[in-house]
């Protein structure tokens, strides 16, 4: 059986986004106070990646693997989105910026149409007000040439913006979280029988659980794999924030590294380094 499989195995890799939660909460108020404008412009996002990564512990903690994927997904897009737009042009982050504002204006005058006819609204004042300019402004901007919401901020699709992240630090485990993760979580948000019951290992050809034995060890393997991934994911954040040369972070992204180290032992995925030489898990996280 491997390491990963157990209840020691898991809880290494618990421990590992234990200390990237510590880490980001003491990191939190150096970004908020960031002279980066775009690093602190973006504060609440790291603060809900804050959140989503506490989230995934307690869903763990309860044994409740498909909200954790659930939650893990957005975890690893809001990191993706957090790095990526420290690195785009101006317009793209602007984009990203008015979209928010495009909401904002949105909200106050929602709708749901079927087959033709309102089904439920809800809206301000019965949808008569004016909005702020720069709301306007915003919502015209989302607004296709036939009146419909345009409703993506980016055209560039989620790998893409992780290669941009790739090429500035030369090393991401976002690829393969987003791999491990993504697709399946989105099945579970989508609703389907596939993403009803797929984190059980139902669909695992090969290695389906037979027994509360191997389901036990499909647990353990399965949030071993999400705290490993999501406290990858801040890692890399981590790290691109000390490329662009975020004061208080160097230390913090150390602390990191060798976190994932001592976890990476702990559950068995790596040995102790010797000689300089550098492990299989680490070159691909």
Not at 1 to 11: D, I, P, R, S
Not at 122 to 139: R, T
Request: proline content about 2%; aromatic content about 6%.
């Amino acid at each position: 059986m491997e390491k990963v499989q157990t209840t020691e195995g898991e809880a290494a890799l618990a421990n590992f986004l234990d200390h990237q939660i510590h880490c980001f909460i003491q990191l939190a108020p150096m970004v908020r106070e960031s002279t980066l404008p775009r690093v602190s412009r973006l504060y609440a996002l790291l603060s809900a990646v804050i959140e989503d990564a506490i989230s995934v512990r307690l869903l763990g903690d309860s044994a409740r693997l498909n909200q954790a994927y659930i939650i893990s997904r957005a975890l690893l897009e809001r990191v993706t989105n957090f790095c990526f737009l420290q690195l785009c042009t101006d317009t793209e982050f602007d984009d990203y910026i008015d979209y928010t504002l495009n909401k904002v204006g949105r909200r106050l005058d929602r709708s749901i149409e079927a087959e033709g006819h309102t089904r439920a609204r809800i809206a301000l004042k019965d949808g008569v007000f004016d909005l702020p300019p720069e709301i306007a402004a915003a919502v015209a901007k989302f607004t296709s040439e036939r009146g419909r919401e345009k409703t993506r901020w980016t055209n560039v699709s989620l790998p893409d913006r992780a290669a941009v992240v790739e090429a500035k630090i030369g090393r991401t485990g976002l690829f393969m979280s987003l791999l491990s993760i993504y697709a399946d979580a989105s099945e579970a948000l989508h609703g389907t029988l596939y993403g009803a019951v797929f984190h059980l290992g139902t669909y695992d050809v090969g290695a389906i659980p037979r027994d509360q034995e191997s389901l036990d060890r499909h647990r353990h393997s399965t949030l071993a794999c999400l705290y490993l991934m999501a406290g990858g994911a801040m890692d890399t954040l981590l790290s691109v924030l000390q490329a662009l040369g975020q004061s208080g972070v160097q230390q913090a992204a150390a602390s990191s590294t060798a976190a994932f180290r001592l976890a990476a032992i702990a559950a068995d995925l790596t040995v102790p380094k010797e000689r300089g030489q550098e492990s299989s898990v680490e070159n691909n996280a």
